[in-house]
């Protein structure tokens, strides 16, 4: 149990306030008990003594140099999950505690008044925070190691090579270590340009089309406020790498469909194919998929293939693979659906 508090601690960024890290640990109580019989007040009672068990620990944390408590606003990470909207797909045996505690729609209205509640409580004023020390930090990285856990420590990657920094970071990193993490491997290198030519070279390079979509997203969010737009922008015209950064564009909403050309709408649908493809396990598992979709999935392929995406070699297998699922000849997959607006438009923005 309590290992589990201290790998929490270890995994955030910000100091956790102790109402959630309370909730955190009163769910793991209640699941591991099975406390979802009797009455209120002895689950209160129950929860009262866990929280003084933790709070005793915690004490000890605090005298020996592991642990530091302060008192000051929650991060507004911890306010953003309290009523997200998870969806209305329960399991019928969910605790309450549970849905209410990571904020999904469609809850009894009581769980969400008292995660309302709860919200109040992180916002009304300071609150106890809680975080590991740099003692703490070195403890917990120590025993996860020794465990063969991920215990990734801001500063070890500073002399990796660009495809290791930027795969590691989007496995194991969150967003503000990576941040973190990125400005000191640029930094030991002096030049920035450079540097950030080295970590483009790197995803024109990966053959994998999801695993070089994840590089180029974790750059983006690495980068400083601006400046991952920027490079995607940059790289819009890159004849490689266009396809992985107008879908990075497109999917934060960064470029409009009707500021992109007819040959960057036929990129990006190449693109999604590909990496679906990838994504669906094998040949079967593609041909599953392709089936399932009939004549949208053949009108797509016909014109992913008339695209100028430079993986030829996984549109002529992607070519295959339709031509097998979709028991159409590879002759009627050369021929992308007419499209319907003027002839004279390809390659264009459209008209606004």
Do not use: C
């Not at 270590?177 to 483009?200: F, H, M, P, V």
């Not at 089936?291 to 014109?303: I, L, N, P, T």
Request: hydrophobic residues 45%; charged residues 30%; negative net charge.
């Amino acid at each position: 149990m309590y290992e589990d508090v201290l790998n929490t601690l270890y995994s955030l960024p910000h100091p956790m306030p102790w109402p959630r890290l309370r909730d955190t640990v009163r769910l793991s109580y209640r699941a591991h008990f099975q406390l979802d019989g009797g009455s209120d007040i002895r689950h209160r009672m129950w929860f009262e003594h866990a929280d003084r068990d933790l709070h005793t620990v915690f004490n000890a944390l605090v005298d020996l140099g592991a642990v530091k408590r302060d008192r000051g606003m929650a991060d507004p990470v911890f306010l953003d999950v309290e009523l997200a909207d998870a969806g209305d797909q329960l399991p019928v045996d969910m605790p309450p505690e549970l849905a209410e505690l990571i904020g999904v729609a469609g809850v009894a209205a009581e769980s969400k008044e008292r995660a309302l509640a709860r919200r109040e409580e992180l916002t009304s004023g300071p609150v106890e925070l809680i975080r590991l020390t740099a003692l703490g930090t070195r403890a917990v990285r120590q025993r996860l190691l020794t465990y063969g856990r991920d215990a990734p420590v801001v500063g070890e990657l500073a002399e990796a090579p660009a495809a290791g920094l930027l795969g590691v970071l989007a496995e194991d990193y969150d967003q503000d270590a990576a941040r973190a993490e990125l400005a000191g491997w640029i930094s030991a290198r002096g030049d920035r340009n450079a540097a950030l030519r080295q970590l483009a070279e790197a995803v024109r390079t990966m053959v994998f089309r999801t695993r070089a979509q994840a590089m180029l997203d974790v750059l983006f969010a690495a980068l400083p406020d601006g400046e991952g737009e920027l490079l995607l922008r940059s790289l819009r015209g890159d004849a490689v790498l266009a396809p992985l950064s107008l879908t990075s564009l497109v999917h934060r909403e960064l470029l409009s469909l009707e500021d992109m050309t007819d040959a960057e709408h036929l990129l990006v649908l190449a693109e999604s194919l590909l990496q679906l493809m990838e994504l669906a396990g094998g040949r079967d598992g593609a041909e599953e998929v392709l089936r399932a979709q009939g004549s949208e999935a053949r009108d797509a392929v016909a014109a992913a293939l008339e695209s100028m995406h430079p993986d030829r070699a996984g549109l002529e297998e992607l070519r295959k693979l339709a031509t097998r699922a979709l028991r159409t000849p590879v002759a009627r997959l050369n021929r992308a659906p007419k499209r319907r607006r003027g002839a004279g438009n390809s390659g264009r923005k459209r008209d606004r």
